[in-house]
């Protein structure tokens, strides 16, 4: 007779779901929001610091490169927002994101010495869709999406919808390419 034994970890996959823990939904969203800026910030050679304590700006990241002018390492600051209630891929050529008032007029004060940047991230609605992994890669779900919002004017009584391009991916490549404008004086 042969006894049957359990896979590894001790349980049947196809026999128990996944018990994830209690913790609300949004703060699982931000966590996975930040491992995704980390991996940008990491494949594009940016250090990260998070101020502290938090003044309305989530992170601040540097970059040094033999390029800049401005000086020998830029730095932007990121605000970063998730929602699941856009779908995946966005049709057109940007979709609408609200923003409280007061996020809106720190993020679209001009002129600056520090730039910043709105990254938007587009997660499923189950968090057991949020990661996929593989032993020849991570897949983080879904996008993360970068707008400048400076001189963006405020036009709701206590929200206002600004418009997130589609075009503008949130990847290492793309941020390389907003610390090169920076660092040559430009805008992001």
């Avoid at 990260?48 to 000086?71: E, K, M, R, T, Y």
């Avoid at 890669?137 to 418009?163: E, Q, S």
């Amino acid at each position: 007779m042969a006894i049957a034994q359990p896979e590894r970890g001790g349980l049947l996959p196809e026999l128990t779901a996944t018990v994830r823990g209690s913790l609300a939904t949004t703060a699982c969203m931000e966590t996975l929001q930040v491992g995704y800026l980390h991996a940008v910030a990491a494949a594009a050679g940016c250090s990260l610091s998070q101020p502290f304590p938090d003044n309305g700006i989530d992170w601040h990241v540097s970059h040094s490169a033999p390029g800049h002018v401005v000086d020998d390492e830029v730095t932007i600051k990121v605000q970063l927002k998730a929602t699941y209630q856009i779908p995946p891929s966005p049709p057109g050529r940007f979709f609408s994101f609200t923003l409280d008032n007061d996020h809106l007029a720190k993020l679209a004060r001009t002129p600056v010495s520090v730039h910043k940047i709105l990254v938007v991230m587009i997660v499923p609605r189950s968090r057991d869709q949020w990661l996929r992994a593989g032993h020849d890669r991570l897949d983080l779900r879904h996008c993360c999406y970068w707008t400048n919002l400076a001189g963006h004017p405020v036009t709701g009584r206590r929200r206002t919808t600004v418009r997130i391009p589609t075009a503008r991916v949130f990847d290492d490549r793309a941020l390389c390419e907003i610390m090169t404008r920076v660092g040559t004086g430009g805008n992001p």
